[in-house]
């Protein structure tokens, strides 16, 4: 049972636009979500985290939403850049608990 | 130094060998992890070591070891590998405190098993 989904393997944009990658969890334990974005060949790198006491929470290009009511998080990047294209991966965490439960990633693809 | 490093970037080895991978950090993190990646999957976390003691074995098989002989590096000693083993084997570090916190993950070891 995956308790972290990104039902959109894929998703493609043009340059200068937003990017929007969702992710739902079903664990109401989860109370720390982060992203991680992967290039071909790379391990995860970290990009932005959001704690549960929070609902947005920005980084420069980056922003994270997450509703707990409905058990959903989002990254937005604006504007895209050819260079974010890269899986993306959401990752959640419980309290007192040292794994990362990661989501199965989005392919992002901006195109010039 | 925020980088985590792993060798060797590839490693063919057949199924009677016995190899290791190594991760080595600098940024004074005393949480490390073994993660484990197959193609088109999340990765999957394998062991936890907090302050050079195994905190977290997910029921690994016992042919995949690990070590830690300092805070700063992490080893895994792999014997009797099967193909299906054959991923993408990522290694990570964090602060310490009682939660999984922003890890940093090394560029991984891809491995195959023949």
């Known amino acids: 049972d995956q308790q972290v989904k990104q039902n959109s393997p894929s998703l493609s944009v043009q340059e200068g636009r937003i990017s929007i990658l969702n992710c739902d969890y079903t664990n109401s334990m989860f109370d720390y979500f982060l992203w991680y974005k992967k290039y071909p060949a790379e391990g995860p790198t970290f990009l932005i985290s959001i704690s549960s006491i929070k609902d947005k929470n920005e980084d420069g290009r980056f922003t994270v939403f997450l509703n707990k009511s409905a058990k959903h998080l989002s990254l937005h990047i604006v504007p895209s850049q050819p260079g974010d294209s890269a899986v993306y991966f959401c990752a959640a965490n419980e309290m007192g608990r040292r794994a990362l439960t990661f989501g199965s990633g989005t392919r992002l693809q901006v195109q010039p | 130094d925020t980088e985590v490093t792993q060798t060797p970037k590839h490693l063919v080895m057949g199924m009677t060998n016995k190899k290791s991978l190594k991760c080595e950090q600098h940024?004074?993190?005393?949480?490390m992890y073994w993660y484990k990646q197959k193609a088109k999957k999340p990765p999957e976390l394998m062991f936890v070591y907090s302050y050079e003691k195994l905190s977290i074995n997910e029921s690994v098989p016992s042919r995949f070891s690990p070590e830690c002989p300092n805070s700063s590096l992490l080893n895994l000693h792999l014997h009797a590998l099967q193909p299906e083993d054959s991923a993408l084997y990522l290694c990570?570090?964090?602060?310490?405190?009682?939660?999984?916190?922003?890890?940093?993950f090394g560029p991984g070891t891809r491995l195959t098993v023949l």
């Open positions: 940024m004074g993190h005393r949480a």
């Open positions: 990570a570090s964090s602060q310490e405190g009682p939660r999984g916190n922003e890890q940093f």
